[in-house]
C-alpha cells in the first residue's frame, strides 16, 4: 500500500492513475481514496462543477499525503474526448500509470418497453466507452512497458435478472473485454475487474420505467458504501508489480 507522508514531497511509488464517471458514487470515491493515499489522480465525467467540489474536498488530505486531484471534463462516449483525456494526463506528468474505467449508467426495464434509445446509451457508455479507454491506453503503457487497467464492472456481469438483459448485456460484455485485455497484454500490464453488487449511488435515478424502478427500491434495501469497492481497487493497485490481481466481487452481506 502507498505510504502516507505528512508534508508536500510525493511518495516514491505514487502513481499517476486517470479515473473515468468520476463526479459521484464509486469514481467519486475511489478518486478520493487514491489522493488520500498519496497519487495524482486525474478525474473524468461530465459534470465538471461535481468535479471541482470534489478536488476542493480532497485539498486537505492532497497536501497531507503528496497527491493531487486534476477535475478534467470527460465524454467517454466520444473517442476523441477519451483520447484528448489520457494524452493531456500523459503530457501533464510524464506518464499514465493506471486507468480505472468506472463509467457507466443503469437504466433498467423488460425489453418490451422498448427504451432503445437507453439500451443505446448503455451500450455507448458501458461498452464504448471502455473500448476508448482501452485505445488511448494502452499504447501508452505498452511504450513505458508497465501499466493497470481496473474495469468497474458489476455482479450483473455475471448474472441476468427481469429488467437487467441490457445492462447485464453490457456488463458481461465489459468483463469479456477485460478478460480477452487481461490474455492478450504483455505481463507488464495489469488487469483488474471489480464487479459490485448493490452500493449507495445515484445509478438507480436514471431507472424510467416504473415497474423496474420499484423492484430497484426492493433490491435496494441493504447497499455498501461506494468507499468498499474503492478499497478494493486500492488492494489492486497496492499489489507488488509481479501479482495481477485479477477479479474481485464485492457486495453487501444481505446480497444474494
Do not use: C
Amino acid at each position: 500500500m502507498t505510504t502516507h507522508h505528512t508534508d508536500n514531497t510525493a511518495p516514491t511509488d505514487r502513481k499517476v492513475i486517470l479515473v473515468t464517471g468520476a463526479s459521484s458514487g464509486i469514481g467519486a470515491a475511489v478518486a478520493a481514496r487514491l489522493v488520500q493515499e498519496g497519487h495524482q489522480v486525474v478525474a473524468g465525467a461530465r459534470r465538471t462543477d461535481r468535479l471541482r467540489e470534489l478536488a476542493d474536498s480532497t485539498k486537505e488530505a492532497a497536501a497531507r499525503s503528496g497527491g493531487g486531484l486534476e477535475p478534467v471534463r470527460l465524454d467517454v462516449t466520444d473517442r476523441a474526448d477519451v483520447e484528448a483525456f489520457v494524452r493531456g494526463a500523459r503530457e501533464a506528468h510524464g506518464r499514465v500509470d493506471v486507468l480505472v474505467a468506472n463509467a457507466g449508467v443503469m437504466p433498467l426495464s423488460r425489453l418490451d418497453s422498448l427504451l432503445v434509445e437507453e439500451w443505446d446509451r448503455m451500450i455507448d457508455v458501458n461498452v464504448r466507452g471502455l473500448l476508448y479507454g482501452i485505445a488511448a491506453a494502452l499504447p501508452v503503457f505498452t511504450a513505458q512497458g508497465s501499466g493497470h487497467f481496473v474495469t468497474v464492472a458489476s455482479v450483473g456481469a455475471r448474472e441476468v435478472v427481469p429488467t437487467s438483459a441490457v445492462y447485464s448485456g453490457t456488463k458481461y460484455a465489459a468483463r469479456a473485454i477485460t478478460e480477452g485485455l487481461r490474455q492478450e497484454s504483455d505481463p507488464s500490464i495489469r488487469v483488474t475487474t471489480i464487479s459490485p453488487g448493490v452500493v449507495e449511488s445515484e445509478l438507480a435515478d436514471t431507472i424510467t420505467e416504473p415497474g423496474a424502478a420499484e423492484a430497484m427500491r426492493t433490491y435496494r434495501a441493504h447497499v455498501i458504501k461506494p468507499d468498499a469497492i474503492a478499497g478494493a481497487v486500492s488492494y489492486a493497485l497496492g499489489q507488488p508489480s509481479d501479482v495481477d490481481v485479477n477479479e474481485i466481487i464485492v457486495r453487501p452481506v444481505r446480497q444474494r
